[in-house]
T-cell receptor
Framework: KAGVTQTPRYLIKTRGQQVTLSCSPISGHRSVSWYQQTPGQGLQFLFE???????NKGNFPGRFSGRQFSNSRSEMNVSTLELGDSALYLC??????????????FGEGSRLTVL | SQQGEEDPQALSIQEGENATMNCSYKTSINNLQWYRQNSGRGLVHLILIRSNEREKHSGRLRVTLDTSKKSSSLLITASRAADTASYFC???????????????FGQGTILTVHP
């Protein structure tokens, strides 16, 4: 079974631009979560989607948004990029539709650098 | 902010030695999980322990959970150079059972195993 696939793996943007990151979950997994990882703040939860619905959202500004398609693939978008948005963005999928969070399967991440 | 705090922040040992990492958290939980991350890559799930469990084993891994002290420990026995990585604890908070993909991660322990 293929793992979680994130594209692109690396990207460089300049301040003010916007970026879209893509995540394909493990086949059959319907829940997709996004996390931001930085040296200063560590791993922080962005949002979670299940069956095209956002069920949970972390404490990030509205510049961070996401969506999920009918095939469970997900995208996240960051508009008006700031230097502080430089981070490793991780996508994770899971099968369960339960409210509790069990094992998450992570992709390799998309490393965003904002200049 | 991160709920979990891990110590030590860094641990350096020789191959064959045991490695113990500790994690403390602040709120009641449904479960606690441990993940490993090789430098700059995605996280790999190691083990999940539920709030009603006290100890769990998986291969060379042993996890304990003390909910009265809100703490957990991860023991890796007979460490190998390939165990070199960052290790994170993550909690699924017991907030009415609605975590929906949101795990709260600790800052991690960097483990270096010297051949």
């Amino acid at each position: 079974k293929a793992g979680v696939t994130q594209t692109p793996r690396y990207l460089i943007k300049t301040r003010g631009q916007q970026v879209t990151l893509s995540c394909s979950p493990i086949s059959g997994h319907r829940s997709v979560s996004w996390y931001q990882q930085t040296p200063g703040q560590g791993l922080q939860f962005l949002f979670e989607y299940f069956s095209e619905t956002q069920r949970n959202k972390g404490n990030f500004p509205g510049r961070f948004s996401g969506r999920q398609f009918s095939n469970s693939r997900s995208e996240m978008n960051v508009s008006t990029l700031e230097l502080g948005d430089s981070a490793l963005y991780l996508c994770a999928s899971s099968f369960q539709g339960f409210a509790n969070t069990g094992e998450l399967f992570f992709g390799e991440g998309s490393r965003l650098t904002v200049l | 902010s991160q709920q979990g705090e891990e110590d030590p922040q860094a641990l350096s040992i020789q191959e064959g030695e045991n490695a113990t990492m500790n994690c403390s958290y602040k709120t009641s939980i449904n479960n606690l999980q441990w993940y490993r991350q090789n430098s700059g890559r995605g996280l790999v799930h190691l083990i999940l322990i539920r709030s009603n469990e006290r100890e769990k084993h998986s291969g060379r891994l042993r996890v304990t959970l003390d909910t009265s002290k809100k703490s957990s420990s991860l023991l890796i026995t007979a460490s190998r150079a390939a165990d070199t990585a960052s290790y994170f604890c993550a909690t699924d908070p017991n907030a009415g059972g609605t975590s929906y993909g949101k795990l709260t991660f600790g800052q991690g322990t960097i483990l270096t195993v010297h051949p």
